[in-house]
């Protein structure tokens, strides 16, 4: 007796290939894979000495600001001196400028860490 004999094209002696399968997915691995966020590029260390300073400059403001009161109530612009309560204030207004800068800072590496 005569083997069954397919009519289709291409069936019968050829072999299918077997199906070919996937080489298995690289493991995720979101601490290497995923780039820091912005935040984390500032060291903790640059965030504790901002701090540090800030503290710093709000201490010599107060300095400054209780320096320039004294000054201006010992002043006397009949006694043709200069008035140093003003250079007092310069400073205090430059150590302010200084601290609104930092505090600005801040507020950005916050608005970072969410």
């Keep these: 007796m005569a083997a069954p004999h397919s009519n289709r094209q291409g069936e019968g002696s050829a072999k299918r290939p077997e199906k070919m399968q996937r080489a298995p997915a690289a493991p995720h691995h979101p601490q290497v894979d995923a780039e820091p966020s912005r935040s984390q590029l500032i060291p903790d260390t640059l965030k504790a ?42 400073i205090e207004k430059m150590i302010g400028d200084a601290l609104e800068g930092l505090d600005q800072a ?7 860490d969410t």
């Design 49 to 90: 000495a901002i701090e540090k300073e800030r503290a710093r400059l709000f201490r010599a403001e107060a300095v400054a600001g209780c320096l320039r009161v004294s000054l201006n109530e010992t002043f006397s612009p009949d006694a043709g001196e200069p008035q140093y309560s003003y250079v007092a204030g310069v």
């Design 106 to 112: 801040m507020l950005d590496f916050r608005e970072l």
